[in-house]
C-alpha cells in the first residue's frame, strides 16, 4: 500500500530562522512528488513538482529536493506570511487515473515575527 | 473568473436535506476530482471525472452522489448525511487524466460542511 509520511506534525520557526520539511514515501512506481501550500480555510496551491531523484526546484525562500526515499522542503529566512500548512502528495502508475495523488497528512508551519 | 471555482463557501445542513456542491474550472481541463479534507486526516479522494466519464469512485457512501455534465462542471449532491460528513469538500482539475502521464492537479477554495 502507497504511505506518505510527513513529518514534523507542527514547526514554529522565528522569523529568519531556517528549517526543513519532510515527506518520506513508500509507494510502487512513482511518476511525481508534489508540494502544496495550504491556508486555513482555502484550497492547496499548487508548489512544486518533482520527478526523479536529485531534482531540486526553487521558488522564493522555498526549495525542494527529492531522493528515491524522501522529499526535503527548505526554508530559508522565512517570513510571518510563509506560515500555512505544507502538503506533500505523490502520483504513481495508475492505468485508470493517471492523475491519482496520495496525500501526506501535512505540517503546519507557524512563523512568529 | 478564472482558476477553479466552488459554491457555496460555507454550508450548514440537517441530515434530512438535500444540497448540492458546485465546482466551476475555468483551465480548459479534461479531468476532475472531489476529496474530502478532514482535521488532522489526510486529504481522501473521492470521485474522478474524466472527460465527463466517472473513473473512480474511492468506495464512497451512496449519500454522496456525484455529476458531471461537462468538462468545465462538478457536482457533488448530498443528502441524508451524518454529522461525520462535516468537512472541507476541495474540488480540482488536471489537463489530462490518462495513464502516466503526469498532470497537476490544481485545487478551488472549498465548501466547509457542517452537518447539524
Known amino acids: 500500500e502507497d504511505q506518505v509520511t510527513q513529518s514534523p506534525e507542527a514547526l514554529r520557526l522565528q522569523e529568519g530562522e531556517s528549517s526543513s520539511l519532510n515527506c518520506s514515501y513508500t509507494?510502487?512506481?512513482?511518476?511525481?512528488l508534489f508540494w502544496y501550500r495550504q491556508d486555513p480555510g482555502k484550497g492547496p496551491e499548487f508548489l512544486f513538482t518533482?520527478?526523479?531523484a536529485g531534482e531540486e526546484k526553487e521558488k522564493e525562500r522555498l526549495k525542494a529536493t527529492l531522493t528515491k526515499k524522501e522529499s526535503f522542503l527548505h526554508i530559508t529566512a522565512p517570513k510571518p506570511e510563509d506560515s500555512a500548512t505544507y502538503l506533500c502528495?505523490?502520483?504513481?502508475?495508475?492505468?485508470?487515473?493517471?492523475?491519482?495523488?496520495?496525500f501526506g497528512e501535512g505540517t503546519q508551519l507557524t512563523v512568529n515575527p | 473568473e478564472t482558476g477553479v471555482t466552488q459554491t457555496p463557501r460555507h454550508l450548514v445542513m440537517g441530515m434530512t436535506n438535500k444540497k448540492s456542491l458546485k465546482c466551476e474550472q475555468h483551465?480548459?481541463?479534461?479531468?476532475m476530482y472531489w476529496y474530502k479534507q478532514s482535521a488532522k486526516k489526510p486529504l481522501e479522494l473521492m470521485f474522478v471525472?474524466?472527460?465527463?466519464?466517472?473513473?473512480e469512485n474511492n468506495s464512497v457512501p451512496s449519500r454522496f452522489s456525484p455529476e458531471c455534465p461537462n468538462s468545465s462542471h462538478l457536482f457533488l449532491h448530498l443528502h441524508t448525511l451524518q454529522p461525520e460528513d462535516s468537512a472541507l469538500y476541495l474540488c480540482?482539475?488536471?489537463?489530462?487524466?490518462?495513464?502516466?502521464?503526469?498532470?497537476?492537479?490544481?485545487f478551488g477554495p472549498g465548501t466547509r460542511l457542517t452537518v447539524l
Open positions: 480540482a482539475s488536471s489537463p489530462r487524466l490518462a495513464g502516466g502521464i503526469r498532470d497537476t492537479q490544481y
Open positions: 509507494v510502487s512506481g512513482l511518476r511525481g
Open positions: 518533482l520527478y526523479s
Open positions: 502528495a505523490v502520483q504513481v502508475r495508475e492505468e485508470t487515473s493517471g492523475s491519482r495523488l496520495t
Open positions: 483551465l480548459g481541463h479534461n479531468a
Open positions: 471525472y474524466s472527460l465527463e466519464e466517472r473513473v
